[in-house]
């Protein structure tokens, strides 16, 4: 298998995954071409800084592993009736004290059959900027016991 680094220059883009096989890591080119013996493959797709890949999860796919497999319970609970509706990644808008901060997209938004709604967030790492967010959509739901949030390590 072939998985050296290859850093030639530093004009060139960072690491990239050849998307032709996991196996290969490779470089950008100038001419967008892998750099793998025999490949000879142009698409690339440029990693993650925080190393998660891209998992498929049914017809559709998440951004990490954690995030698809929480997913998988959740449709599991659907099948048996406990939840009702899961949407994923819905934009929210965050508004404190009436004021419009940003939008973010919490992983999933379900609805459970006896009425209460949860945010569900699959978070490997807690960044700075998704803890403010986080408790800001917490603060704008804090008076509505019927919304839950749940972060899954």
């Given at each position: 298998m072939f998985k050296q680094h290859f850093r030639s220059s530093k004009s060139l883009k960072p690491e990239s995954v050849c998307l032709c096989s996991d196996s290969?890591?490779?470089h950008w080119t100038p001419?967008?071409?892998?750099?793998?013996?025999?490949?000879?493959?142009?698409?690339?797709?440029?990693?993650?800084?925080?190393n998660a890949r891209i998992t498929p999860c049914g017809d559709h796919s998440h951004r990490s592993g954690?995030?698809?497999?929480?997913?998988?319970?959740?449709?599991?609970?659907?099948?048996?009736g406990e939840i009702t509706d899961i949407k994923r990644e819905p934009r929210t808008k965050l508004y404190l004290d009436g004021v419009y901060i940003t939008a973010i997209r919490?992983?999933?938004?379900?609805?459970?059959?006896?009425?209460?709604?949860?945010?569900?967030?699959?978070?490997?790492?807690?960044?700075?900027?998704?803890?403010?967010n986080w408790k800001i959509l917490q603060k704008m739901h804090a008076g509505d016991p019927s919304i839950k949030f749940r972060v899954v390590k």
């Open positions: 290969y890591i490779a001419t967008r071409s892998c750099v793998a013996p025999g490949c000879g493959c142009t698409g690339f797709k440029s990693q993650n800084k925080h954690l995030e698809a497999r929480v997913c998988a319970d959740l449709h599991i609970l659907k099948k048996v919490p992983d999933f938004y379900v609805t459970y059959a006896d009425g209460t709604h949860e945010y569900v967030e699959a978070k490997g790492q807690e960044l700075g900027n998704w803890k403010r």
